[in-house]
């Protein structure tokens, strides 16, 4: 199985949910500020990188992790992800997409826009990694009903 | 190979490009109610994003439409990248995207028909699809030759 999650940008909520996923970072506690920037892609892509469909690794159960950031796409990107499995015969359950924006802050937007949009990096990092602090538990939530949802066999998307 | 006309909404300038490229309508050709045409503003904007089949072209290739907003570019390249973790040769998938060749007409239209102003919307739609018909048909023959 795939499992894509996807946000704005693909550098920070959506990086924190596959980094949980795959057991980087810890579900008992909030990480450090230093965890959070060992992160690969965290706080990383630009502009450019945004439609790219970047792999994390491979979980316990061997599914392949990804991160995706599609703006303000949310709804076409994943009826066209939808629509694209049934023109391909690809089954639904191979792929599955989470939308990590529901669990941003307005720290992470805030953070985010300074550091990737306007290059302010010394002033967006701190912020956007205070705002994914008090995101983290609903980001960890998010990932355990996914980890529970494959267990079960199944699908869903969000 | 499945190649995909990509416009604001896939059922509009993409829809005309697909059917220009099927040769089911000439460039010159409007007199027919665009109510006539398969798909044409058939759409909830809710939906925007699910490829719309159109039909068969040459060499058994099938022709779809598909909505990105204004993120054409964004969509594309995730679109090809999704593809390809689908095992699908690159060969196998094509985009021709007629963001560019979307009038203001055409936008304007989709403006009321988010207001819910069906007949000025229609009006909008005619007025753009006169407009794009002879860009559509000259990307249309660089895309034939590209994929002859």
Same mark, same amino acid.
């Given at each position: ?14 990086? #924190? ?23 690969? @892609? ?14 994390? &690794? ?7 992790? @990804? ?26 359950? +191979? ?24 290059? %302010? ?10 705002? #994914?602090?008090?995101?983290?538990? !609903? ?20 | ?19 220009? @490229?099927?040769?089911?309508? &000439?460039?010159?050709?409007? =007199? ?25 072209? =040459?060499?058994?290739? !099938? ?12 969509? %594309? ?60 048909? !000259?990307?249309? %023959? !660089? +895309?034939? +030759?590209?994929?002859?």
């Amino acid at each position: 199985m795939n499992i894509i999650y996807h946000c704005y940008g693909g550098a920070h909520s959506s990086v #924190t949910a596959a980094a949980v996923h795959l057991g980087w970072l810890p579900t008992d506690r909030i990480p450090e500020t230093e965890e959070f920037q060992r992160l690969p @892609y965290f706080d990383r892509p630009v502009a450019k990188d945004h439609g790219r469909i970047r792999l994390m &690794g491979k979980d316990e159960l061997g599914n392949d992790i @990804y991160v995706l950031g599609r703006r303000n796409s949310a709804r076409i990107f994943e009826n066209m992800a939808q629509g694209l499995l049934d023109v391909y015969n690809v089954p639904a359950e +191979e792929f599955q997409f989470y939308d990590v924006m529901p669990y941003v802050n307005w720290k992470m937007m805030l953070g985010g826009f300074s550091s990737r949009k306007i290059g %302010a990096t010394f002033l967006g990092r701190p912020i956007i990694t205070i705002g #994914t602090k008090h995101s983290y538990w !609903k980001i960890v939530t998010l990932v355990h009903r996914v980890k529970i949802l494959q267990l079960k066999g199944g699908g869903g998307n969000q | 190979m499945n190649i995909f006309f990509l416009c604001r909404t896939g059922h509009h300038t993409s829809i005309i490009a697909a059917l220009m @490229y099927l040769q089911e309508i &000439g460039k010159n050709e409007f =007199s027919r109610d665009l109510v006539e045409l398969p798909g044409y503003d058939q759409i909830g904007l809710r939906d925007v994003g699910k490829p719309f089949f159109v039909g068969r072209g =040459s060499s058994n290739s !099938k022709i779809f439409t598909l909505g990105v907003s204004r993120e054409s570019r964004l969509l %594309a390249r995730t679109a090809h990248e999704l593809t390809g973790l689908f095992g699908v040769s690159p060969g196998e998938f094509r985009v021709v995207d007629t963001s560019p060749f979307v009038s203001r007409w055409t936008d304007l239209g989709l403006f009321c028909k988010r207001l819910r102003l069906k007949s000025l919307a229609r009006l909008f739609f005619y007025l753009g699809v006169r407009r794009e018909r002879v860009s559509l048909a !000259k990307l249309l %023959a !660089k +895309e034939r +030759e590209l994929l002859s």
